[in-house]
């Protein structure tokens, strides 16, 4: 299958940047966004979407990207999650990730079906991390730099996997949620993690000896 290029980014005015977010499905931690302008005559080779390439390969993308790109990151933090919900969480994570580029795009190239609600030239490409090379960078960057932040907390939080899962919904993830409960970076507005809270709650009857 061929990799992301530029042949969709091609009719949009330089400096281009494409973003992309990483974290909207996990139980814990926050969501991701970066923010990446790449130079057309001088970029790493192999960028594709960050779902598609081994953890070594993101992170040696990572590190040249860094250096041979200009990249912005946003964050948007577990409390920020719960007060907007998901999706408008994801959306400041990008509109922050374009802000620290410290400078204004010409255009911005999203992934998804819509943009966030700022006044920026801009476009959303569905599969954007699949078909745009700087939305794939920015996809590597923001997971990258996500992965990251889990395996930190991991250390704080052991038993939940973070080192492994990132937080997602795994098997092992939702035995030690409910085996342990919530930790403070998991995202009391899911389901899940919602009804562990609800549970523990519950009143215990408590029944004398006969």
Not at 175 to 186: C, M, N, S, V
């Amino acid at each position: 299958m061929a990799r992301p290029c530029f042949k969709l980014e091609k009719d949009h005015p330089l400096p281009l940047a494409g973003v992309d977010e990483a974290g909207c499905a996990p139980l814990a931690g926050p969501v991701v966004a970066a923010a990446v302008v790449l130079d057309r005559n001088r970029f790493p080779r192999g960028i594709d979407d960050s779902k598609k390439l081994s953890l070594e390969a993101r992170e040696a993308l990572h590190g040249k990207l860094m250096r041979q790109a200009r990249c912005g990151v946003g964050i948007c933090s577990v409390e920020e999650i719960d007060a907007l919900n998901i999706y408008w969480a994801r959306m400041l994570a990008m509109a922050r990730a374009v802000e620290a580029l410290g400078f204004d795009p010409a255009f911005i190239l999203v992934d998804g079906n819509r943009s966030p609600r700022w006044e920026r030239p801009s476009r959303a490409i569905v599969a954007g991390d699949a078909r745009c090379r700087s939305i794939a960078a920015a996809s590597i960057i923001a997971k990258v730099t996500r992965d990251r932040i889990m395996a930190a907390h991991a250390a704080e939080y052991p038993g939940y996997g973070w080192e492994r899962n990132r937080g997602y919904p795994t098997a092992d993830h939702r035995r030690a949620l409910i085996e342990f409960g919530p930790t403070p970076l998991h995202r009391r507005s899911f389901g899940l993690v919602r009804d562990v809270l609800a549970d523990a709650a519950q009143p215990r009857l408590a029944f004398a000896a006969e």
